[in-house]
């Protein structure tokens, strides 16, 4: 199973949007609607931002929004803030196997 | 509070095995998957398998097959992550995060807190 790619890095200054893609195959993102996005600031484990494609779990904040398209998932951050920097990944169901993407580490400029 | 509590650091010889504990509260231990995942230093996240604490079925990423052996203890709300034949690139930090959903695929929502395993001669 070959890891889900990201772009290496995407940057933003606060209040804007940074949007950040994850490419799979119908084997894992395009095949099941079971993507999930994490954040890992330094040091620290991962946390999950939405999973399901597009569902956040209770006390992550409503810019953080997820969405799919063929065998490509998006995160999007609205209204960037300075505790956004941090390093995100995306992760996929793969029928009985899960996969993770390479990371994307984001920037507030 | 739900949380997942893992075992100390770790240095072992190459060739050496390695057990890795995650010790869950605050929930039904039986009605989550649980993850393993492992991150090496400055590099990205990696799934290693799973298992289903009620069963104790298990599921591993094919790069671990034959090498890894997942196992739970369902009286003390245990799993377990063994590695054997180990090798300078398994030098990483390895997380247990619990998964939800039938076979955690619902997402990972609950992590622990990192065992850092050091491979080195």
């Known amino acids: 199973q070959s890891a889900l790619t990201q772009p290496p890095s995407a940057s933003g200054s606060p209040g804007q949007s940074v949007t950040i893609s994850c490419t799979g195959t119908?084997?894992?993102?395009?095949?099941?609607?079971?993507v999930s996005w994490y954040q890992q600031h330094p040091g620290k484990a991962p946390k999950l931002m939405i999973y399901e494609v597009s569902k956040r779990p209770s006390g992550v904040p409503d810019r953080f929004s997820g969405s799919k398209s063929g065998n490509t998932a998006s995160l999007t951050v609205s209204g960037l803030q300075a505790e956004d920097e941090a390093d995100y990944y995306c992760?996929?169901?793969?029928?009985?196997?899960?996969?993770f993407g390479t990371g994307t580490k984001v920037t507030v400029l | 509070q739900v949380q997942l509590v893992q075992s100390g650091a770790e240095v072992k010889k190459p060739g050496a095995s390695v057990k890795v504990s995650c010790k869950a509260s605050?929930?039904?231990?039986?009605?989550?998957?649980m993850h393993w995942v492992r991150q090496a230093p400055g590099q990205g996240l990696e799934w290693m398998g799973i298992i289903n604490p009620s069963g104790g079925s298990t599921s591993y990423a094919q790069k671990f097959q034959g090498r890894v052996t997942m196992t739970r203890d369902t009286s003390t709300s245990t799993v377990y992550m063994e590695l054997s034949s180990l090798r300078s690139e398994d030098t990483a930090v390895y997380y247990c995060a619990r998964g939800s959903g039938w076979y955690g695929r619902r997402g990972m929502d609950v992590w622990g807190q990192g065992t850092t395993v050091t491979v080195s001669s």
């Open positions: 119908s084997s894992d993102v395009g095949g099941y609607n079971y």
């Open positions: 992760s996929s169901y793969a029928g009985s196997n899960n996969v």
């Open positions: 605050g929930y039904t231990f039986t009605s989550y998957y």
